[in-house]
Protein backbone atom coordinates (compact mmCIF):
# COMPACT_ATOMS: atom_id res chain seq x y z
CA UNK A 1 0.00 0.00 0.00
CA UNK A 2 0.99 3.66 -0.50
CA UNK A 3 0.22 6.72 0.79
CA UNK A 4 0.69 10.53 -0.35
CA UNK A 5 2.99 13.19 1.66
CA UNK A 6 3.88 16.39 1.37
CA UNK A 7 7.21 17.74 0.78
CA UNK A 8 8.29 17.30 4.36
CA UNK A 9 9.90 19.64 6.23
CA UNK A 10 12.55 16.76 7.98
CA UNK A 11 14.56 14.78 6.01
CA UNK A 12 12.38 12.55 3.53
CA UNK A 13 14.61 9.58 5.18
CA UNK A 14 13.10 9.67 8.46
CA UNK A 15 9.43 9.89 6.80
CA UNK A 16 10.30 6.64 4.78
CA UNK A 17 11.72 5.09 8.13
CA UNK A 18 8.32 5.96 9.88
CA UNK A 19 6.23 4.21 6.72
CA UNK A 20 8.16 1.40 6.42
CA UNK A 21 7.60 0.58 10.04
CA UNK A 22 3.74 1.24 9.41
CA UNK A 23 3.33 -0.91 6.84
CA UNK A 24 4.08 1.05 3.42
CA UNK A 25 5.24 -0.24 0.02
CA UNK A 26 6.10 3.08 -0.64
CA UNK A 27 5.58 7.17 -0.49
CA UNK A 28 4.28 9.46 -3.12
CA UNK A 29 5.11 12.90 -2.64
CA UNK A 30 3.07 15.18 -3.98
CA UNK A 31 5.00 18.19 -5.05
CA UNK A 32 9.00 18.51 -6.09
CA UNK A 33 8.93 15.92 -9.36
CA UNK A 34 12.04 14.78 -9.87
CA UNK A 35 14.06 17.14 -7.65
CA UNK A 36 12.94 15.01 -4.76
CA UNK A 37 16.29 14.81 -2.61
CA UNK A 38 16.50 10.64 -1.77
CA UNK A 39 19.34 11.16 0.52
CA UNK A 40 20.02 8.48 2.95
CA UNK A 41 16.23 6.50 1.96
CA UNK A 42 15.70 3.01 1.39
CA UNK A 43 16.74 1.48 -1.85
CA UNK A 44 13.81 -0.84 -1.29
CA UNK A 45 11.35 1.58 -0.60
CA UNK A 46 9.25 3.08 -3.36
CA UNK A 47 9.09 6.86 -3.45
CA UNK A 48 6.53 7.83 -6.29
CA UNK A 49 7.67 11.77 -7.16
CA UNK A 50 4.36 13.93 -7.77
CA UNK A 51 3.52 17.05 -8.84
CA UNK A 52 0.49 19.25 -7.71
CA UNK A 53 -0.89 21.70 -9.98
CA UNK A 54 -2.64 24.35 -8.26
CA UNK A 55 -4.21 27.05 -10.54
CA UNK A 56 -7.15 28.00 -11.89
CA UNK A 57 -8.39 26.18 -15.36
CA UNK A 58 -7.00 28.84 -17.64
CA UNK A 59 -3.73 28.69 -15.88
CA UNK A 60 -3.57 25.49 -15.29
CA UNK A 61 -4.13 23.96 -18.71
CA UNK A 62 -0.77 25.01 -19.47
CA UNK A 63 1.17 23.86 -16.23
CA UNK A 64 -0.22 20.31 -17.18
CA UNK A 65 1.00 19.74 -20.85
CA UNK A 66 4.56 21.33 -19.43
CA UNK A 67 4.62 19.06 -16.67
CA UNK A 68 2.90 15.76 -17.57
CA UNK A 69 6.03 14.56 -18.84
CA UNK A 70 8.09 15.58 -15.61
CA UNK A 71 6.86 13.21 -13.17
CA UNK A 72 4.84 10.59 -12.88
CA UNK A 73 2.13 11.32 -10.63
CA UNK A 74 0.10 14.73 -11.60
CA UNK A 75 -2.15 16.01 -9.26
CA UNK A 76 -4.60 19.17 -9.28
CA UNK A 77 -6.08 20.91 -6.67
CA UNK A 78 -9.64 21.51 -6.67
CA UNK A 79 -11.85 22.87 -3.86
CA UNK A 80 -14.05 24.76 -6.00
CA UNK A 81 -16.65 23.75 -9.35
CA UNK A 82 -14.81 25.14 -11.64
CA UNK A 83 -11.56 23.54 -10.78
CA UNK A 84 -12.93 20.33 -9.93
CA UNK A 85 -14.87 20.31 -13.34
CA UNK A 86 -11.66 21.16 -15.24
CA UNK A 87 -9.30 18.19 -13.30
CA UNK A 88 -12.12 15.78 -14.36
CA UNK A 89 -12.36 16.39 -17.52
CA UNK A 90 -8.36 15.96 -18.55
CA UNK A 91 -7.60 12.69 -18.75
CA UNK A 92 -3.67 13.81 -18.25
CA UNK A 93 -4.44 14.36 -14.89
CA UNK A 94 -3.97 11.74 -12.03
CA UNK A 95 -5.86 12.50 -9.30
CA UNK A 96 -8.03 15.20 -8.41
CA UNK A 97 -6.73 16.70 -4.77
CA UNK A 98 -9.08 18.06 -2.14
CA UNK A 99 -12.01 18.61 -3.86
CA UNK A 100 -14.14 19.77 -1.53
CA UNK A 101 -11.20 21.76 0.34
CA UNK A 102 -12.51 25.22 -0.45
CA UNK A 103 -14.72 27.60 1.60
CA UNK A 104 -17.92 27.05 -1.13
CA UNK A 105 -20.84 25.24 -0.78
CA UNK A 106 -20.40 21.74 -1.37
CA UNK A 107 -18.21 21.75 -5.09
CA UNK A 108 -18.45 18.17 -6.18
CA UNK A 109 -21.55 16.90 -7.77
CA UNK A 110 -23.01 13.74 -10.04
CA UNK A 111 -21.99 15.56 -13.23
CA UNK A 112 -18.47 15.29 -12.38
CA UNK A 113 -18.52 12.09 -10.52
CA UNK A 114 -19.31 10.88 -14.18
CA UNK A 115 -16.73 12.54 -16.02
CA UNK A 116 -14.08 11.26 -13.29
CA UNK A 117 -15.29 7.42 -13.96
CA UNK A 118 -15.37 8.82 -17.70
CA UNK A 119 -11.83 9.85 -18.11
CA UNK A 120 -9.58 7.87 -15.38
CA UNK A 121 -9.41 10.82 -12.88
CA UNK A 122 -9.30 9.80 -8.68
CA UNK A 123 -10.89 11.66 -6.84
CA UNK A 124 -8.88 12.58 -3.46
CA UNK A 125 -10.27 11.76 0.39
CA UNK A 126 -8.21 13.31 2.71
CA UNK A 127 -8.72 12.10 5.75
CA UNK A 128 -6.14 14.78 7.22
CA UNK A 129 -8.89 17.30 9.16
CA UNK A 130 -10.47 14.43 10.77
CA UNK A 131 -7.01 13.38 12.38
CA UNK A 132 -6.15 16.77 12.98
CA UNK A 133 -8.80 18.98 13.25
CA UNK A 134 -11.43 19.14 16.00
CA UNK A 135 -14.60 20.80 16.51
CA UNK A 136 -17.00 22.62 13.43
CA UNK A 137 -14.34 22.20 10.72
CA UNK A 138 -14.31 18.46 11.81
CA UNK A 139 -17.93 17.72 11.61
CA UNK A 140 -17.88 19.58 7.95
CA UNK A 141 -14.56 17.48 6.66
CA UNK A 142 -16.38 13.99 7.82
CA UNK A 143 -19.80 15.12 6.52
CA UNK A 144 -17.86 16.65 2.73
CA UNK A 145 -16.48 13.05 3.03
CA UNK A 146 -19.25 10.96 2.97
CA UNK A 147 -21.15 12.67 0.44
CA UNK A 148 -18.26 12.67 -1.35
CA UNK A 149 -18.01 8.72 -0.73
CA UNK A 150 -21.54 8.29 -1.89
CA UNK A 151 -21.65 9.97 -5.05
CA UNK A 152 -18.07 8.60 -6.45
CA UNK A 153 -19.21 4.95 -5.57
CA UNK A 154 -22.59 5.56 -7.10
CA UNK A 155 -21.06 6.61 -10.06
CA UNK A 156 -18.14 4.38 -9.99
CA UNK A 157 -15.32 6.87 -10.06
CA UNK A 158 -12.26 5.68 -9.24
CA UNK A 159 -10.46 7.33 -5.53
CA UNK A 160 -7.69 7.72 -3.60
CA UNK A 161 -7.14 7.92 0.10
CA UNK A 162 -4.59 9.99 1.99
CA UNK A 163 -3.91 11.68 5.51
CA UNK A 164 -2.38 14.83 4.17
CA UNK A 165 0.85 14.11 5.98
CA UNK A 166 3.64 16.50 5.70
CA UNK A 167 6.31 14.64 8.19
CA UNK A 168 7.08 11.56 10.23
CA UNK A 169 4.42 12.60 13.07
CA UNK A 170 1.56 13.32 11.12
CA UNK A 171 1.59 10.05 9.51
CA UNK A 172 -0.64 7.60 9.85
CA UNK A 173 -0.81 3.51 9.25
CA UNK A 174 -2.68 1.59 6.67
CA UNK A 175 -4.86 -0.10 9.96
CA UNK A 176 -4.56 3.29 11.59
CA UNK A 177 -6.74 5.32 8.78
CA UNK A 178 -8.66 2.34 7.65
CA UNK A 179 -10.20 2.27 11.57
CA UNK A 180 -10.61 5.94 10.83
CA UNK A 181 -12.92 5.44 7.56
CA UNK A 182 -14.57 2.95 9.28
CA UNK A 183 -15.53 4.94 12.00
CA UNK A 184 -16.41 8.19 10.31
CA UNK A 185 -18.75 6.39 7.65
CA UNK A 186 -15.89 5.42 5.36
CA UNK A 187 -15.76 2.18 5.34
CA UNK A 188 -12.72 -0.27 5.98
CA UNK A 189 -12.56 -1.67 2.46
CA UNK A 190 -13.28 1.95 0.13
CA UNK A 191 -9.94 3.29 2.51
CA UNK A 192 -7.93 0.18 1.86
CA UNK A 193 -8.95 0.19 -2.13
CA UNK A 194 -7.72 3.62 -1.68
CA UNK A 195 -4.32 3.35 -0.26
CA UNK A 196 -3.54 0.49 -2.59
CA UNK A 197 -4.60 2.93 -6.21
CA UNK A 198 -2.02 5.39 -5.58
CA UNK A 199 0.59 2.09 -6.04
CA UNK A 200 -1.48 1.37 -9.34
CA UNK A 201 -1.19 4.48 -10.45
CA UNK A 202 2.49 4.78 -9.95
CA UNK A 203 2.82 1.29 -11.73
CA UNK A 204 0.63 2.24 -14.59
CA UNK A 205 2.44 5.38 -15.52
CA UNK A 206 5.75 4.07 -15.05
CA UNK A 207 4.79 1.19 -17.22
CA UNK A 208 3.96 4.49 -19.80
CA UNK A 209 6.73 5.98 -19.49
CA UNK A 210 9.12 3.21 -20.70
CA UNK A 211 10.68 3.25 -24.18
CA UNK A 212 9.02 -0.19 -25.16
CA UNK A 213 5.33 1.60 -24.22
CA UNK A 214 3.28 2.93 -27.33
CA UNK A 215 -0.39 3.02 -26.58
CA UNK A 216 -2.56 1.12 -24.74
CA UNK A 217 -2.40 -2.54 -25.79
CA UNK A 218 0.58 -1.59 -28.17
CA UNK A 219 4.12 -2.67 -27.37
CA UNK A 220 7.28 -2.35 -29.12
CA UNK A 221 9.42 -5.72 -29.34
CA UNK A 222 9.08 -9.41 -29.78
CA UNK A 223 5.68 -10.68 -28.44
CA UNK A 224 6.28 -12.16 -25.12
CA UNK A 225 3.30 -13.15 -23.21
CA UNK A 226 5.16 -12.00 -19.62
CA UNK A 227 5.01 -8.48 -20.85
CA UNK A 228 1.17 -8.53 -21.60
CA UNK A 229 0.94 -9.02 -17.45
CA UNK A 230 -0.95 -6.46 -16.28
CA UNK A 231 0.55 -4.44 -14.29
CA UNK A 232 -2.53 -2.85 -12.36
CA UNK A 233 -3.17 -6.37 -11.32
CA UNK A 234 -1.41 -7.18 -7.58
CA UNK A 235 0.21 -10.60 -8.02
CA UNK A 236 -1.18 -11.91 -4.67
CA UNK A 237 1.03 -15.55 -5.26
CA UNK B 1 -19.14 -7.36 47.32
CA UNK B 2 -18.22 -10.52 45.73
CA UNK B 3 -16.25 -10.69 42.59
CA UNK B 4 -17.94 -11.55 39.06
CA UNK B 5 -17.82 -14.72 37.94
CA UNK B 6 -15.05 -15.09 35.14
CA UNK B 7 -17.61 -15.35 32.55
CA UNK B 8 -19.34 -12.25 33.81
CA UNK B 9 -15.84 -10.13 33.53
CA UNK B 10 -15.84 -7.68 30.84
CA UNK B 11 -13.13 -8.66 28.25
CA UNK B 12 -10.23 -6.69 27.58
CA UNK B 13 -7.78 -6.40 24.87
CA UNK B 14 -4.28 -4.49 25.41
CA UNK B 15 -2.29 -2.41 22.16
CA UNK B 16 0.69 -2.09 22.26
CA UNK B 17 1.43 1.78 21.08
CA UNK B 18 4.68 3.16 20.04
CA UNK B 19 5.06 6.90 21.27
CA UNK B 20 6.55 9.44 19.20
CA UNK B 21 6.97 12.77 20.79
CA UNK B 22 9.88 14.99 20.82
CA UNK B 23 10.01 15.74 24.58
CA UNK B 24 13.09 16.60 26.75
CA UNK B 25 11.19 15.38 30.07
CA UNK B 26 9.94 12.33 30.78
CA UNK B 27 6.03 11.43 29.35
CA UNK B 28 3.43 11.79 32.00
CA UNK B 29 0.60 8.64 32.20
CA UNK B 30 -1.82 11.48 32.93
CA UNK B 31 -1.10 13.55 30.23
CA UNK B 32 -0.81 10.58 27.71
CA UNK B 33 -4.57 9.43 28.90
CA UNK B 34 -6.15 12.93 28.87
CA UNK B 35 -4.60 13.14 25.33
CA UNK B 36 -6.45 9.95 24.46
CA UNK B 37 -9.72 10.72 26.34
CA UNK B 38 -9.82 13.73 24.47
CA UNK B 39 -9.60 12.29 21.11
CA UNK B 40 -11.96 9.40 21.94
CA UNK B 41 -14.61 12.06 22.88
CA UNK B 42 -14.07 14.31 19.94
CA UNK B 43 -14.38 11.07 17.78
CA UNK B 44 -17.02 9.19 19.21
CA UNK B 45 -18.69 11.12 22.04
CA UNK B 46 -18.97 10.00 25.30
CA UNK B 47 -21.14 7.09 24.64
CA UNK B 48 -19.01 5.79 22.12
CA UNK B 49 -16.14 6.28 24.36
CA UNK B 50 -17.30 4.80 26.94
CA UNK B 51 -17.61 1.47 24.90
CA UNK B 52 -14.32 1.61 23.60
CA UNK B 53 -13.21 2.84 27.34
CA UNK B 54 -9.17 3.36 26.43
CA UNK B 55 -6.77 3.38 29.28
CA UNK B 56 -3.48 4.08 29.67
CA UNK B 57 -2.03 0.97 31.84
CA UNK B 58 1.33 1.57 31.62
CA UNK B 59 4.11 4.18 29.73
CA UNK B 60 7.69 3.68 29.34
CA UNK B 61 9.17 6.85 27.38
CA UNK B 62 12.97 7.94 27.12
CA UNK B 63 13.44 11.00 26.60
CA UNK B 64 16.62 11.44 24.45
CA UNK B 65 15.26 9.51 21.62
CA UNK B 66 11.97 11.11 21.67
CA UNK B 67 10.33 7.22 21.46
CA UNK B 68 8.47 4.86 24.14
CA UNK B 69 5.89 2.53 24.32
CA UNK B 70 2.62 2.63 26.05
CA UNK B 71 0.09 -0.29 27.18
CA UNK B 72 -3.41 1.00 26.46
CA UNK B 73 -6.66 -1.26 27.74
CA UNK B 74 -9.86 -1.35 25.29
CA UNK B 75 -12.42 -3.59 25.50
CA UNK B 76 -12.42 -6.75 23.39
CA UNK B 77 -15.27 -5.67 20.75
CA UNK B 78 -13.91 -2.01 20.18
CA UNK B 79 -10.31 -2.98 19.08
CA UNK B 80 -11.03 -0.87 15.90
CA UNK B 81 -12.49 1.87 17.34
CA UNK B 82 -9.24 2.27 20.13
CA UNK B 83 -7.18 2.25 16.67
CA UNK B 84 -9.10 4.83 15.17
CA UNK B 85 -8.81 6.67 18.73
CA UNK B 86 -5.15 6.55 19.13
CA UNK B 87 -4.82 7.58 15.10
CA UNK B 88 -6.44 11.00 16.10
CA UNK B 89 -3.98 11.65 19.11
CA UNK B 90 -1.81 14.70 17.03
CA UNK B 91 -0.88 16.29 20.09
CA UNK B 92 0.36 15.52 24.20
CA UNK B 93 0.41 18.55 26.17
CA UNK B 94 0.44 20.82 23.35
CA UNK B 95 3.33 18.85 21.66
CA UNK B 96 2.79 17.43 18.36
CA UNK B 97 2.97 13.79 19.19
CA UNK B 98 2.03 10.12 17.15
CA UNK B 99 0.65 7.08 18.61
CA UNK B 100 1.37 3.82 16.80
CA UNK B 101 -0.36 0.31 17.50
CA UNK B 102 2.17 -2.24 17.26
CA UNK B 103 -0.16 -4.93 18.06
CA UNK B 104 -3.00 -6.11 19.98
CA UNK B 105 -2.12 -9.09 23.03
CA UNK B 106 -4.69 -10.38 25.33
CA UNK B 107 -2.45 -10.00 28.87
CA UNK B 108 -0.49 -7.22 29.99
CA UNK B 109 2.32 -8.76 30.03
CA UNK B 110 2.51 -10.50 26.70
CA UNK B 111 1.72 -6.98 25.84
CA UNK B 112 4.93 -5.41 26.90
CA UNK B 113 7.01 -8.66 26.21
CA UNK B 114 5.79 -8.55 22.61
CA UNK B 115 5.88 -4.66 21.71
CA UNK B 116 7.81 -3.37 24.42
CA UNK B 117 11.40 -1.81 23.21
CA UNK B 118 13.50 -3.94 25.93
Known amino acids: ?237 | MKSLPKSRRPRWRYLGVGVEIALETSLDRRALQSAVWEAATALLGDPGSAAVDPTVVAVEFSPPHGRGMATVRVRREAVERGRAVLACVSAIDGEPAALRVRGVSGTIQACAERYGDG
Do not use: Q
Open chain 1, 1 to 237: MYEAVHPPSESLSSVTASATSVGYDGLVVRDGGADVPLDGCDSDFDIVPGLTVDADPDAASGRIAARRRETTLLLVRGGTPDRNRFAVEEPRVDVLAAPTAGPNRFPFDHVLARAAARNGVRVEFDLGPVLRETGGTRVRAVSSLTRLRDLVKTYDAPHVVTAGAGGSLSLRGPRALAAVGETVGLGHDFVVEGLREWGRIAARNRDRASENWVMPGVRRGRYDPADWADPLVEDDS
